[in-house]
């Protein structure tokens, strides 16, 4: 299909290891975000890229999380040392460009990330 | 495969009118069913909903779910203006954590 797709769709990690997570947007997409959501609560925004700009790092939780996005399109979060409470579900979502207003996310189906 | 589909898609109305915002769903070993409001970046969480016939209610916001039919309504009475956003519904599976989200309803409220 053409929606979005997050690779691998579970991963099972030992803690202190690193991990990389990767979303692949819906083409033409120039907007894409990062999520985690956590059991039983809401989505906690990480990062946000919007075309050649900086990204917004402001959700960051902590130094061990960072995130890249080549060429505009496919984007990868890193975390690093990974620890226990970074089990989540890691959402990715991608939009039309945003400029001064409101665009329709479009998610993927998240990576389920359990840190042993 | 699993969906959710929401209806309207897009919605425009003037303060103080009601809404009713609709999600329909199929997915595999349902759990439970999820509104956000998406104003900004980050979509707010409104409501999670497990259980048929009992209704969440926060201020003017309410939403209910029927687990037989499959579908979910979300309710915002005397609409603001900051009502206006995107509403997006999800399903999860019976462990929590395959989300699937439909396409959300964008609201409208006029002055």
């Known amino acids: 299909g053409a929606g979005v797709s997050q690779s691998p769709s579970n991963k099972v990690t030992e803690k202190g290891k690193d991990v990389e997570l990767r979303c692949d947007p819906i083409?033409?997409?120039?907007?894409l975000y990062w999520y985690r959501q956590s059991l039983g609560q809401g989505l906690e925004f990480l990062i946000y890229f919007q075309g050649n700009s900086a990204p917004d790092k402001s959700g960051l939780p902590s130094d061990r999380f960072s995130a890249e996005r080549t060429g505009g399109s496919v984007s990868t979060l890193t975390i690093q040392r990974t620890q226990q409470e970074d089990s989540a579900v890691y959402l990715c979502?991608?939009?039309?460009?945003?400029?001064?207003?409101?665009?329709?996310?479009?998610f993927g189906p998240g990576t389920r990330l359990l840190v042993l | 495969e699993d969906k959710v589909v929401q209806s309207p898609l897009s919605l425009v109305v003037h303060e103080g009118d009601t809404v009713t915002l609709n999600c329909s769903y199929e997915?595999?070993?349902?759990?439970?069913l999820l509104w956000y409001k998406q104003e900004k970046k980050a979509p707010t969480f409104l409501f999670m909903l497990?259980?048929?016939?009992i209704e969440k209610k926060s201020g003017r916001l309410s939403s209910i779910l029927d687990k037989k039919e499959l579908f979910s309504i979300l309710n915002i009475t005397a609409t603001q203006t900051g009502d206006s956003a995107i509403y997006l519904c999800a399903v999860t599976d019976n462990y929590g954590q395959n989300f699937v989200f439909g396409p959300g309803t964008r609201l409208s409220v006029l002055p």
């Open positions: 497990t259980s048929s016939g």
């Open positions: 997915v595999t070993n349902f759990r439970s």
């Open positions: 083409s033409g997409h120039t907007a």
């Open positions: 979502a991608s939009s039309l460009a945003v400029i001064g207003g409101l665009e329709t996310q479009y």
